[in-house]
Each structure stands twice: as structure tokens, then as C-alpha cells.
């Protein structure tokens, strides 16, 4: 079974970055997506970006593209979100998850327990 673990969150200030980082306990190779994933305080876990591992490609949400950048590093097996220009609307515990269909919905087979990032007005 494989297990995920999410590093970098923290407090940051509107406008600055921070580069979450998610570490896999077995080989990341083996799944087609991994994806970031994130809930506010009373809302819905919602998707943000998704990262196929056969061309590498990204794919985001709306509200988070050209600003959030996913990767992936096999070698490593760990997963990133280099998140630039952020928003108190940014704020909320993310997860990232890692699955066998390239989507931004829950329909993921493993979760990380996930970091709290807090963007400051």
C-alpha cells in the first residue's frame, strides 16, 4: 500500500510562494496520476492540479493556472506544487493523492494526511 506524506506548508504573506512537497513511500512510477488536492474551513475537497506520469503534463483548476505549478520526480518518487502569487483564498489543508485516472476529482486510490498552508491579507 502506498503512503504519502506532504511537507511545506505554512504561514505566508498575499503575493509569496511556498513549495509543498509530497513524499511517496513506494514507486510513483506506478501510478498514471498524482494529483493536489485541497479544503477550506466548511467547504468541499476540491482539485487542483494533476500530473500524468506519461508525458508529464500538467492540469489545473482554474482558479490556481498560471500561478501553481505541479512536478514529479520518479527517481525520487515525490510529487511538488510550487505555488507562486498566492491568495488568502488559497488557504486550506492540501493533500496530495495518487491514482489511475488523470482527473481533478476524489476518484484517487491513496491520500497523504495532508499540510495547512495559510495565506495572511
Known amino acids: 500500500q502506498l503512503q504519502l506524506v506532504e511537507s511545506g506548508g505554512g504561514l505566508v504573506q498575499s503575493g509569496g510562494s511556498l513549495r509543498l512537497s509530497c513524499a511517496a513511500s513506494?514507486?510513483?512510477?506506478?501510478?498514471?496520476?498524482l494529483g493536489w488536492f485541497r479544503q477550506a474551513p466548511g467547504k468541499e475537497r476540491e482539485g487542483v492540479a494533476c500530473?500524468?506520469?506519461?508525458?508529464?503534463?500538467?492540469y489545473y483548476t482554474g482558479s490556481v493556472q498560471g500561478r501553481f505549478t505541479i512536478s514529479r520526480d520518479n527517481a525520487k518518487n515525490m510529487v511538488y506544487l510550487q505555488m507562486n502569487s498566492l491568495k488568502p483564498e488559497d488557504t486550506a489543508v492540501y493533500y496530495c493523492?495518487?491514482?489511475?485516472?488523470?482527473?481533478?476529482?476524489?476518484?484517487?486510490?491513496?491520500w497523504g494526511p495532508g499540510t495547512q498552508v495559510t495565506v495572511s491579507s
Open positions: 513506494g514507486l510513483i512510477s506506478d501510478y498514471y496520476a
Open positions: 493523492a495518487a491514482g489511475r485516472a488523470l482527473v481533478l476529482s476524489d476518484d484517487y486510490d491513496y
Open positions: 500530473i500524468s506520469s506519461r508525458d508529464g503534463r500538467g
